[in-house]
C-alpha cells in the first residue's frame, strides 16, 4: 500500500525558513517521479516543485530561487527546504508521486494528507 506522509509544517514570520519532509512506503522514491504542491484557502492546488528519478528538478516561477526539493533515497523520504518565506506562501502543502515529470496535480498518482505552513508579515 502507497503511503506518503508530510511533516514540518508551522508558523513562521516572514523571511523565515521550514523544511518539510515527506515519508513515503509502499514503493522507493527512487523509482518515480514526486512533486511538492500548495494549496491555499479559495485557490487551486498550484504545483511548486518537483523532481525525476535522477533528481533533474523543475520549479514554478512563484518559489524558483527561495525553495529547494530533494530526496534521500536510503530514507525514502522527500524533502521541501523553503527560505525567504512569504505571506504569499501560506498554504497547506502536499507531496505527491507519480510517472511524468510535471507541475500538473492531475499527472500524480498518490498524495499525502498535507502539512500547514503559515507565513505572517
Known amino acids: 500500500q502507497v503511503q506518503l506522509v508530510e511533516s514540518g509544517g508551522g508558523s513562521v514570520q516572514a523571511g523565515g525558513a521550514l523544511r518539510l519532509s515527506c515519508a513515503a512506503s509502499?514503493?522507493?522514491?527512487?523509482?518515480?517521479?514526486m512533486g511538492w504542491f500548495r494549496q491555499a484557502p479559495g485557490k487551486e492546488r498550484e504545483g511548486i516543485a518537483s523532481?525525476?528519478?535522477?533528481?533533474?528538478?523543475l520549479y514554478a516561477d512563484s518559489v524558483k530561487g527561495r525553495f529547494t526539493i530533494s530526496k534521500d533515497n536510503a530514507k525514502n523520504t522527500l524533502y521541501l527546504e523553503m527560505n525567504s518565506l512569504k505571506p504569499e506562501d501560506t498554504a497547506m502543502y502536499y507531496c505527491?508521486?507519480?510517472?511524468?515529470?510535471?507541475?500538473?496535480?492531475?499527472?500524480?498518482?498518490?498524495w499525502g494528507q498535507g502539512t500547514q505552513v503559515t507565513v505572517s508579515s
Open positions: 505527491a508521486a507519480g510517472y511524468i515529470f510535471t507541475l500538473r496535480s492531475p499527472d500524480y498518482s498518490y
Open positions: 509502499g514503493y522507493a522514491v527512487s523509482s518515480v517521479y
Open positions: 523532481i525525476d528519478r535522477f533528481g533533474t528538478t
